[in-house]
C-alpha cells in the first residue's frame, strides 16, 4: 500500500509553491515533486511590442525582492544588443544598488523566513523569537533597514527602485548623500557581529544538520569571483562536481542548458543537456559565489574553516549568505571611497539586435535576453530567474530531507514532520514570484 | 486586546509585503497579532479561516485558486485592505491578459486547481473592499498611517492631491500639451535636468494624473513618474467606492 504526503503552501518562501511525497508500502520515500503552484504572469508575452525604454521598469516588477537585479540586468541585455557603453559612475551606481538589495533581501530572508525554524524549533515568526532573543529582532530589522534606506538615498524608493535605464542611471549621487551611506554602512558593525554570533552559535550546535540535511551533490554556477564579490560583471564561472571548472559567456550557457518541462510544475527544470537531467542540475546563488571566492574577509575564512573548500552542504546556504553580507557592506565602502563623479548616463541608439545579460541576483544567476527591431521594439523577451535554475536541486533535497525525517516513521508524516522538510526549501530562499515570470505553460496533471 | 492581522498574496511579486515590512518595528507591537500570512509565519493552510480584523491583500486574481481563497477568506475579515495597484485596479498582473494566445479554454477552466483565471482582475470584482492604498507598492509611510488609523480607530487619512503638487521642481506655467518638436523624448535619450519639469523639458511624466502621498520620491531621483499609483480620478484618496463615485466614471468614460 503506497501512500502520497501533501505539503500544501509552503510557508515563508515568496510566492507560492507546495511538495507531494509519494511513500511504498514500507513508508520509505520513493518520489518527491516540488510543484510551482503560481502560474506565470506573462511577462515575455506583455513585453513583445513595448518600446525599450519601458522594459527595465516593467522588468523590475517581476519580483518585489529582487527588483534591482532585474532591472539592472534588462538594462545590460538591451545595451548588449546595441552594443551601447555605460559611464564607469552608472556601472559604480548600479553595483551600490545591487549590494544593498543583496543585503536587504538576505537579512529578510536569514532574519524573518530562515531563522525562526533553525534557532529554536517550532518557532514560527521572527516576533516567537523576540522574548528569547529580543537583540537578534533588532539586529535584524536594522540590517534590512539599511540596504532598503541605501536603496532609497541613491534610487529614491526603497522598492521596484528603476532608475538603471538603457545608457547609465539617471539620478546623481551627490556628495552629502555618498557621505549619508557611508554613515549607514559604518553603524552595521553591532548588528553584523549579533547576526553572525547567532548564525555560528546555530552551526556550532547543530553541526551535523548543518553539514547533511538535505544535502546533494551538484554542479555551481555563478559569476567569476574575485577579490571582492562582483554581483554585475563577470565571466560565468561553471564548477563541476569534480572540481573542473568552465568558464562561459552569457550566451554560451543559454546554448548549454535545456529546460525540461514537468507535468506537475508551472516552472520549467533546467540542467545541462549533455550531462542528462539528473546528472546535468547545477546550483546557483551565495552557496555557489562562495565557492570560487577568494575574498579577504574574516568571515569567509571562518566559512571556509567550518565547510572546506568545496562543499555540497545545502544548509550551507543559510551561512553562506550572512558571508556575503560583510562582503556587500565592504564592496559598498570600497565604491564610495573610488570616487563617483556627474557622468552617469550615456545616449542609447536601438538597432536591429540580440542581447543577453546576466547579473548576480540575491538568490543567484539571473538571465535576461532581449531581441527589439531598429525602432526599440521589443520583438522577443525571456526571463531564466534563479529559482528556476534550482527547482530540481530542491527536489532533490526534499527527497533527502524527507528520507532522514521520515526515517522509522512508518509512513506516518505529522504538521511537525512537515515543518522540518520545508527547512530545507527555504535554505534555497526559493522565489516562486520570480520561477514562473516567463514562459507561461498549460499543466495537464491536476494540481 | 489586539488586533488580528491577515496578509495575503495572489498574483504578485511580495513586494507590497516587503513594503510593509519596512514600517519596521512598529509592526511589531504588542497590540498587533499576525494570524496568518504565508510569508511571515508556518501553518499557512490551518490559519487560512482564522478570524481577523484586518485582511490584507496583495497581488491580482490570477488563478482559480485565488479567486476562491478570497472568497473564503474575506467574510472572516471584519474590515478588507487592498495594498498595492495589482489588488487595487490589477496593476502589472492585469498586463498578462494581453497574451491572449495562452488563455486557457474553457474545459481548463472547469478543472480543479490552480488554472490560470480566464480575465486577471482585481479582488473588487469577487469580495468587498472597503480600503484602497495604491502604488507599486504603496511606500511604507502610507501603508502606516492607514493601518494604524484602522487599528486605532481613528479615520483614514485621504490624499486629494496629485504627485505633480507634491513636485518641486522649476515649471513655467501650464506644462505644453504636445512635447518640443512633436515627439516626446525617452529614457533612452540623455538623462533629464534634474532641476526643471519633465514636461516642458519633452519627457513624459504621469505626474499630473497620478494620485500623490510619494512625496514624489522617483522624481526627486531624476525618473519621470510612472503613475504607478494610479489615477486620481479613480480613487480620489482611500476613500471607499461609492456609487455616486461610479457614476461619475462612467460618465468620464463615455
Same mark, same amino acid.
Given at each position: 500500500?503506497?501512500?502520497?504526503?501533501?505539503?500544501?503552501?509552503? /510557508? =515563508? %518562501?515568496? &510566492?507560492?509553491?507546495?511538495?507531494?511525497?509519494?511513500?511504498?508500502?514500507?513508508?520509505?520515500v520513493e518520489k518527491v515533486e516540488y510543484l510551482a503552484t503560481e502560474p506565470s504572469r506573462g511577462f515575455d508575452i506583455f513585453l513583445k511590442g513595448k518600446?525599450?525604454?519601458?522594459?527595465?521598469?516593467?522588468? /523590475? =516588477? %517581476?519580483? &518585489?525582492?529582487?527588483?534591482?537585479?532585474?532591472?539592472?540586468?534588462?538594462c545590460k541585455a538591451l545595451e548588449d544588443a546595441w552594443e551601447t557603453p555605460i559611464p564607469d559612475s552608472a556601472r559604480k551606481i548600479r553595483e551600490l544598488l545591487l549590494f544593498a538589495n543583496t543585503v536587504a533581501s538576505h537579512a529578510l530572508h536569514s532574519f524573518f523566513l530562515a531563522a525562526p525554524g533553525l534557532l529554536v524549533e517550532g518557532a514560527s515568526t521572527i516576533a516567537d523569537l523576540s522574548n528569547k532573543y529580543p537583540d537578534f529582532l533588532e539586529a535584524g530589522m536594522e540590517l534590512r533597514m539599511?540596504?532598503?534606506?541605501?536603496?532609497?538615498?541613491?534610487a529614491g524608493r526603497k522598492v521596484h527602485t528603476t532608475i538603471s535605464v538603457p545608457g547609465g542611471v539617471l539620478g546623481i549621487l551627490e556628495q552629502e548623500k555618498q557621505d549619508e551611506v557611508m554613515r549607514l554602512l559604518d553603524s552595521t558593525g553591532k548588528s553584523m557581529k549579533i547576526m553572525n554570533d547567532y548564525f555560528h552559535r546555530i552551526l556550532f550546535n547543530r553541526k551535523e544538520y548543518m553539514l547533511s540535511f538535505g544535502r546533494i551533490e551538484s554542479h555551481f554556477l555563478s559569476l567569476k569571483q574575485r577579490k571582492r564579490l562582483e554581483l554585475y560583471d563577470s565571466p560565468l564561472e561553471l564548477l563541476m562536481k569534480n572540481g573542473k571548472v568552465d568558464i562561459l559567456t552569457p550566451a554560451q550557457i543559454l546554448e548549454r542548458i535545456t529546460e525540461e518541462e514537468k507535468e506537475y510544475s508551472y516552472v520549467r527544470h533546467p540542467h545541462i543537456t549533455d550531462l542528462g537531467s539528473e546528472n546535468g542540475q547545477f546550483r546557483v546563488g551565495p552557496l555557489a559565489r562562495i565557492q570560487n571566492a577568494g575574498w579577504d574577509n574574516p568571515a569567509f575564512h571562518e566559512f571556509r574553516k567550518n565547510f572546506g573548500p568545496l562543499t555540497q552542504s545545502t544548509m550551507g546556504y543559510d551561512v553562506a549568505r550572512v558571508t556575503e553580507m560583510f562582503e556587500c557592506i565592504r564592496g559598498m565602502k570600497d565604491i564610495i571611497n573610488s570616487g563617483l563623479d556627474k557622468d552617469m548616463k550615456n545616449v542609447a541608439h536601438p538597432r536591429e539586435g540580440m542581447g543577453v545579460s546576466v547579473v548576480e541576483a540575491p538568490r543567484g544567476i539571473l538571465l535576461h535576453q532581449y531581441e527589439t527591431d531598429n525602432a526599440g521594439i521589443i520583438r522577443k523577451a525571456r526571463v531564466i530567474a534563479p529559482t528556476t535554475f534550482h527547482q530540481g536541486s530542491i527536489e532533490r533535497s526534499i527527497f533527502e530531507a524527507a528520507k532522514t525525517v521520515l526515517n522509522g516513521k512508518k509512513g506516518v508524516c505529522s504538521d511537525e514532520d512537515k515543518i522540518k522538510i520545508e527547512q530545507v526549501i527555504r535554505a534555497y530562499d526559493p522565489c516562486m514570484s520570480c520561477a514562473g515570470a516567463t514562459q507561461l505553460r498549460v499543466i495537464k496533471k491536476p494540481i | 486586546m489586539g488586533v488580528n492581522i491577515s496578509t495575503i498574496q495572489l498574483g504578485g511579486c511580495s513586494g507590497c509585503h516587503v513594503s510593509i515590512l519596512d514600517i519596521g518595528k512598529e509592526l511589531f507591537r504588542g497590540e498587533i497579532n499576525i494570524v496568518h500570512s504565508y510569508l511571515l509565519m508556518d501553518k499557512v493552510t490551518a490559519t487560512i479561516e482564522a478570524e481577523s480584523d484586518i485582511l490584507i491583500i496583495e497581488g491580482a486574481i490570477l488563478t482559480n485558486r485565488d479567486e476562491k481563497l478570497i472568497k473564503l477568506m474575506a467574510p472572516h475579515a471584519k474590515k478588507v485592505v487592498a495594498v498595492g495597484s495589482c489588488a487595487c485596479f490589477g496593476g502589472i498582473a492585469c498586463l498578462g491578459n494581453l497574451g491572449t494566445p495562452f488563455r486557457p479554454q474553457k474545459e481548463d477552466f472547469d478543472e480543479p486547481g490552480h488554472k490560470l483565471h480566464p480575465l486577471i482582475c482585481s479582488p473588487k470584482a469577487f469580495i468587498n473592499v472597503d480600503y484602497f492604498i495604491p502604488g507599486c507598492p504603496p511606500p511604507a509611510d502610507?501603508?502606516?498611517?492607514?493601518?494604524?488609523?484602522?487599528?486605532?480607530?481613528?479615520?483614514?487619512?485621504?490624499?486629494?492631491?496629485?504627485?505633480?503638487?507634491?513636485?518641486?521642481?522649476?515649471?513655467?506655467?501650464?506644462?505644453?500639451?504636445?512635447?518640443?518638436?512633436?515627439?516626446?523624448?525617452?529614457?533612452?535619450?540623455?538623462?533629464?535636468?534634474?532641476?526643471?519639469?519633465?514636461?516642458?523639458?519633452?519627457?513624459?511624466?504621469?505626474?499630473?494624473?497620478?494620485?500623490?502621498?510619494?512625496?514624489?520620491?522617483?522624481?526627486?531621483?531624476?525618473?519621470?513618474?510612472?503613475?504607478?499609483?494610479?489615477?486620481?480620478?479613480l480613487f480620489r484618496g482611500f476613500k471607499k467606492f461609492t456609487d455616486e463615485e461610479k457614476g461619475e466614471i462612467l460618465r468620464c468614460l463615455k
Amino acid at each position: 500500500m503506497s501512500k502520497v504526503i501533501k505539503i500544501d503552501n509552503v /510557508a =515563508r %518562501i515568496e &510566492g507560492h509553491a507546495s511538495v507531494t511525497l509519494y511513500l511504498d508500502k514500507n513508508g520509505a520515500v520513493e518520489k518527491v515533486e516540488y510543484l510551482a503552484t503560481e502560474p506565470s504572469r506573462g511577462f515575455d508575452i506583455f513585453l513583445k511590442g513595448k518600446h525599450a525604454s519601458e522594459v527595465p521598469r516593467l522588468a /523590475a =516588477r %517581476i519580483c &518585489g525582492i529582487c527588483y534591482t537585479a532585474h532591472n539592472i540586468c534588462a538594462c545590460k541585455a538591451l545595451e548588449d544588443a546595441w552594443e551601447t557603453p555605460i559611464p564607469d559612475s552608472a556601472r559604480k551606481i548600479r553595483e551600490l544598488l545591487l549590494f544593498a538589495n543583496t543585503v536587504a533581501s538576505h537579512a529578510l530572508h536569514s532574519f524573518f523566513l530562515a531563522a525562526p525554524g533553525l534557532l529554536v524549533e517550532g518557532a514560527s515568526t521572527i516576533a516567537d523569537l523576540s522574548n528569547k532573543y529580543p537583540d537578534f529582532l533588532e539586529a535584524g530589522m536594522e540590517l534590512r533597514m539599511i540596504g532598503q534606506k541605501i536603496s532609497e538615498i541613491i534610487a529614491g524608493r526603497k522598492v521596484h527602485t528603476t532608475i538603471s535605464v538603457p545608457g547609465g542611471v539617471l539620478g546623481i549621487l551627490e556628495q552629502e548623500k555618498q557621505d549619508e551611506v557611508m554613515r549607514l554602512l559604518d553603524s552595521t558593525g553591532k548588528s553584523m557581529k549579533i547576526m553572525n554570533d547567532y548564525f555560528h552559535r546555530i552551526l556550532f550546535n547543530r553541526k551535523e544538520y548543518m553539514l547533511s540535511f538535505g544535502r546533494i551533490e551538484s554542479h555551481f554556477l555563478s559569476l567569476k569571483q574575485r577579490k571582492r564579490l562582483e554581483l554585475y560583471d563577470s565571466p560565468l564561472e561553471l564548477l563541476m562536481k569534480n572540481g573542473k571548472v568552465d568558464i562561459l559567456t552569457p550566451a554560451q550557457i543559454l546554448e548549454r542548458i535545456t529546460e525540461e518541462e514537468k507535468e506537475y510544475s508551472y516552472v520549467r527544470h533546467p540542467h545541462i543537456t549533455d550531462l542528462g537531467s539528473e546528472n546535468g542540475q547545477f546550483r546557483v546563488g551565495p552557496l555557489a559565489r562562495i565557492q570560487n571566492a577568494g575574498w579577504d574577509n574574516p568571515a569567509f575564512h571562518e566559512f571556509r574553516k567550518n565547510f572546506g573548500p568545496l562543499t555540497q552542504s545545502t544548509m550551507g546556504y543559510d551561512v553562506a549568505r550572512v558571508t556575503e553580507m560583510f562582503e556587500c557592506i565592504r564592496g559598498m565602502k570600497d565604491i564610495i571611497n573610488s570616487g563617483l563623479d556627474k557622468d552617469m548616463k550615456n545616449v542609447a541608439h536601438p538597432r536591429e539586435g540580440m542581447g543577453v545579460s546576466v547579473v548576480e541576483a540575491p538568490r543567484g544567476i539571473l538571465l535576461h535576453q532581449y531581441e527589439t527591431d531598429n525602432a526599440g521594439i521589443i520583438r522577443k523577451a525571456r526571463v531564466i530567474a534563479p529559482t528556476t535554475f534550482h527547482q530540481g536541486s530542491i527536489e532533490r533535497s526534499i527527497f533527502e530531507a524527507a528520507k532522514t525525517v521520515l526515517n522509522g516513521k512508518k509512513g506516518v508524516c505529522s504538521d511537525e514532520d512537515k515543518i522540518k522538510i520545508e527547512q530545507v526549501i527555504r535554505a534555497y530562499d526559493p522565489c516562486m514570484s520570480c520561477a514562473g515570470a516567463t514562459q507561461l505553460r498549460v499543466i495537464k496533471k491536476p494540481i | 486586546m489586539g488586533v488580528n492581522i491577515s496578509t495575503i498574496q495572489l498574483g504578485g511579486c511580495s513586494g507590497c509585503h516587503v513594503s510593509i515590512l519596512d514600517i519596521g518595528k512598529e509592526l511589531f507591537r504588542g497590540e498587533i497579532n499576525i494570524v496568518h500570512s504565508y510569508l511571515l509565519m508556518d501553518k499557512v493552510t490551518a490559519t487560512i479561516e482564522a478570524e481577523s480584523d484586518i485582511l490584507i491583500i496583495e497581488g491580482a486574481i490570477l488563478t482559480n485558486r485565488d479567486e476562491k481563497l478570497i472568497k473564503l477568506m474575506a467574510p472572516h475579515a471584519k474590515k478588507v485592505v487592498a495594498v498595492g495597484s495589482c489588488a487595487c485596479f490589477g496593476g502589472i498582473a492585469c498586463l498578462g491578459n494581453l497574451g491572449t494566445p495562452f488563455r486557457p479554454q474553457k474545459e481548463d477552466f472547469d478543472e480543479p486547481g490552480h488554472k490560470l483565471h480566464p480575465l486577471i482582475c482585481s479582488p473588487k470584482a469577487f469580495i468587498n473592499v472597503d480600503y484602497f492604498i495604491p502604488g507599486c507598492p504603496p511606500p511604507a509611510d502610507v501603508i502606516r498611517d492607514v493601518l494604524f488609523a484602522l487599528i486605532e480607530g481613528k479615520p483614514v487619512p485621504e490624499f486629494a492631491h496629485t504627485v505633480c503638487d507634491e513636485c518641486d521642481r522649476e515649471r513655467k506655467g501650464e506644462p505644453p500639451p504636445i512635447p518640443p518638436g512633436g515627439k516626446w523624448k525617452t529614457l533612452l535619450d540623455k538623462a533629464p535636468d534634474s532641476r526643471k519639469c519633465f514636461l516642458e523639458q519633452g519627457y513624459l511624466c504621469l505626474g499630473r494624473q497620478t494620485i500623490g502621498g510619494c512625496k514624489a520620491s522617483c522624481i526627486k531621483a531624476n525618473m519621470p513618474c510612472e503613475g504607478c499609483r494610479g489615477p486620481i480620478f479613480l480613487f480620489r484618496g482611500f476613500k471607499k467606492f461609492t456609487d455616486e463615485e461610479k457614476g461619475e466614471i462612467l460618465r468620464c468614460l463615455k
